[in-house]
């Protein structure tokens, strides 16, 4: 049932594409000089591009893409409820068993830290 | 949950033939332990189980040979039984029935015939109300199909073996933890019992957690597994904390949005909100080098700011043309490097000279140009 942990580094080039095109659409959208409301675009382009990268082949990355297409609040969860739970942290996890949580727990973690770090590489690239 | 999963008629009897092969070996081997009375009963019953070699939990009920060498309303009581029980209720009767024939009871087979005939009360005696209990007990762990049949069970056995009913009451307390929806009702786990499949699926199924709790602990790197629910704090407090970096990261990137797609400064001099339109024009230049020279004699710092918000950045001229003659769509300035363009595609860039000191103030070259950048060293 496990499947092989993510190749960082294709994830990583993958994710950077797809979230400098996300952001050069964001740029060119109206009514973002709010900076609260261009922060929030800015996670969800974030958060899109990493599921985007990732595939379908996880369940948590199609959580995610499922909530785009229901055209639901793409970031509402986890801001609004900070849950000491798993379940409400990991994107799907709610209608999970115990087992399947625990590897898209570490899947995700994966995918998250290597979006962090391309993210960070970006800020420092751009303004150093 | 009570609706009763029967198998269809004619295969019925070949399991019972195949269980009753199994008990004449059992019978067998039954002589030579000494039977003692309820208390070591269950164990004892735990190894006559051991040594049933494992049946597959769908009976091969495809047959239809009445089960050899047996006493005649046995039979008849088990063609009776198997069109009203299906499996492993079946198998627990056949199994009882062949303890009770080898310890010599004769009478409370009939008992047995009337209880599951549903018509009679609690006629058995104590020993054989024990061994019932025993039996019943280590069925309830055996791998039915679900336990609806264990329940169907019960409710065969009727009030006659009420006793029966509040131990596996009792039972659903001290099932083994996180049966995790494979039956609907508890099952009592005993300990101990290797060959029983429940237990094998759960020790599986806790195995399967441990090693993904481990290699989630590599990931995390807090590594220190003292107990599972401080990791599991410590996994929920990572994933938090790479979110929140998510999103610190996400705002601190308003600043420089522009900078991620080539953006030309802003027209307005003041504005340090990142520019919306793509268009470089001289103006807008000027404005941003008037601007900026204001600002680098008072403040370094506010200046490099300033330029940041444009998307913009300061270097030597030196590098400057290096870049601009390393890049193919670079057009040559009259006096001042400057090179049109504004779609991310174009490699161009645009560098403006300070008079004042030997920098060159360059546009913001596209995340590819970045990139390919120190290859010019």
Not at chain 2, 245 to 254: D, E, N
Not at chain 2, 275 to 288: F, I, L, R
Not at chain 2, 302 to 320: E, H
């Amino acid at each position: 049932m496990n499947i092989q942990p993510p190749n960082s580094s294709s994830i990583k080039s993958r994710f950077a594409v797809k979230f400098v095109q996300a952001m050069k659409r964001l740029s060119k959208r109206r009514g973002m000089g709010d900076r609260y409301k261009r922060y929030r675009a800015t996670r969800a382009a974030a958060r899109v591009s990493l599921a985007a990268a990732v595939g379908p082949e996880r369940a948590w990355s199609r959580a995610v893409l499922r909530r785009i297409k229901k055209r639901r609040g793409l970031i509402g969860r986890t801001t609004t409820n900070p849950r000491r739970n798993l379940r409400g942290l990991v994107p799907g996890g709610k209608g999970m068993d115990y087992c399947s949580l625990l590897s898209e727990t570490a899947h995700y973690i994966t995918c998250l830290q290597a979006q962090v770090q391309v993210m960070q590489d970006m800020l420092h690239l751009s303004s150093p | 949950m009570r609706e009763p999963s029967r198998e269809p008629e004619s295969p019925g009897l070949n399991s019972i033939n195949s269980v009753m092969n199994q008990h004449l070996f059992l019978h067998e081997m039954l002589q030579p332990f000494n039977f003692e009375p309820t208390s070591s009963h269950e164990d004892f019953l735990e190894q006559m189980l051991s040594s049933v070699p494992p049946t597959p939990s769908s009976f091969p009920w495809a047959d239809d040979h009445p089960p050899p060498g047996n006493s005649e309303d046995h039979s008849a009581a088990m063609r009776m039984r198997h069109q009203q029980i299906s499996g492993a209720a079946a198998k627990a009767l056949m199994l009882q029935q062949q303890l009770l024939l080898s310890r010599g009871f004769s009478a409370p087979m009939h008992d047995h015939n009337d209880v599951v005939d549903s018509s009679s009360p609690n006629s058995a005696n104590p020993a054989n109300d024990a061994s019932i209990k025993g039996l019943f007990n280590v069925f309830t762990g055996l791998p039915g199909q679900n336990s609806n049949q264990s329940q169907q069970f019960h409710h065969l056995q009727g009030g006659g073996l009420q006793q029966s009913q509040s131990l596996s009451g009792a039972a659903a307390a001290t099932s083994g933890d996180g049966a995790a929806g494979r039956s609907k009702q508890k099952v009592r786990a005993r300990r101990g019992q290797a060959t029983d499949p429940h237990s094998i699926a759960e020790r599986l199924r806790r195995e399967r957690i441990a090693e993904r709790m481990k290699s989630l602990q590599e990931l995390v790197p807090n590594a220190n597994k003292t107990d599972k629910a401080s990791m599991l704090d410590e996994i929920i407090d990572y994933v938090k904390f790479l979110q929140l970096q998510v999103k610190v990261l996400s705002m601190s990137r308003l600043g420089g949005a522009a900078a991620v797609a080539p953006l030309a400064p802003d027209k307005s001099p003041e504005g340090r909100q990142p520019a919306a339109s793509n268009n470089s024009n001289k103006e807008g230049m000027a404005a941003t080098e008037q601007q900026v020279a204001k600002l680098l004699e008072e403040d370094m710092g506010s200046a490099m700011q300033y330029l940041q918000g444009k998307g913009l950045c300061l270097m030597p001229i030196s590098l400057a043309t290096a870049i601009s003659t390393a890049t193919s769509h670079s057009r040559n300035p009259p006096h001042n490097g400057e090179a049109g363009g504004g779609g991310p595609s174009s490699p161009s860039t645009s560098v403006m000279t300070v008079q004042s000191s030997a920098t060159t103030i360059g546009r913001k070259m596209s995340l590819q140009e970045a990139i390919a950048a120190p290859k010019l060293e």
